[in-house]
């Protein structure tokens, strides 16, 4: 089975702080997402990469960046956390190239902001 | 640019019964794909059913069936049988065939009662 890991499932940070969530796939996709989730305004793409080094900017990249320096690994950094970056935060893969791909979800990184 | 509704933010089914859960969307696309994906509580999201835009033969998959409509741009989930584990939050998403990104209608809260 595919295997999407959140390093954290909640987390409480102070404003300002940086913050990093961390994602790990075991079965070698290129795509690896970062969304967003929020009552009312379902999953927002905040960044995917394509490929090792390689990032794209989603809907709402504004407050976030990200890293992937291996293939299998793929972070999201807020920088300087604010209440607003309260939320769910989902890491997702898939394998790459054609569309129609499953794409496989972590369990969820719950991230308050005090 | 492309758009997906759900419509029904809510609904509820008694167990063993059959319900429905409406998608439509909006493409001037040719080649694309639909899915159904679930998160039930638990908060890890998985694919339920897919189905490629050029296939006419509607996507099955066990209790899951889907009612692909291409020129009424519709896609609604069917679940037969339900059960109390269908509990979940519903999304259907679209993307196109030459693009790496999904874009989520908002979800709907299905409930299923004993």
């Known amino acids: 089975d595919v295997k999407v890991t959140q390093s954290s499932r909640y987390l409480v940070k102070r404003t300002g702080e940086k913050v990093f969530l961390e994602c790990v796939q075991d079965m070698d996709h290129e795509n690896m997402f970062w969304y967003r989730q929020d009552p009312g305004l379902g999953l927002r793409l905040i960044y995917f990469s394509y490929d090792v080094k390689m990032k794209e900017k989603g809907d709402i990249p504004e407050g976030y960046s990200v890293s992937r320096e291996k293939k299998e690994r793929f972070s999201l950094i807020l920088e300087s956390a604010s209440t607003n970056q309260t939320s769910m935060y989902l890491c997702a893969s898939s394998f790459p190239g054609a569309s129609g791909n499953t794409i496989y979800f972590g369990e969820g990184s719950w991230l308050t902001v005090v | 640019a492309q758009t997906v509704t759900q419509s029904q933010p809510e609904m509820s089914v008694q167990e063993a019964e059959t319900v429905t859960l409406s998608c439509t969307y909006d493409?001037?696309?040719?080649?694309?794909?639909l899915f159904w994906y679930k998160q039930p509580p638990s908060r890890q999201m998985i694919l339920v059913i897919r189905?490629?835009?050029?296939k006419q033969q509607n996507a099955t998959e066990n209790r899951f069936s889907v009612n692909f409509q291409k020129a009424a741009k519709s896609f609604s989930l069917k679940i037969s049988d339900s059960q109390l584990g269908d509990t979940a939050m519903y999304f259907c998403a679209f993307q196109a065939g030459n693009n790496r990104k999904l874009i989520w209608g908002l979800g709907t809260s299905l409930a299923v009662n004993p």
């Open positions: 189905q490629e835009a050029y």
């Open positions: 493409t001037s696309e040719n080649n694309y794909y």
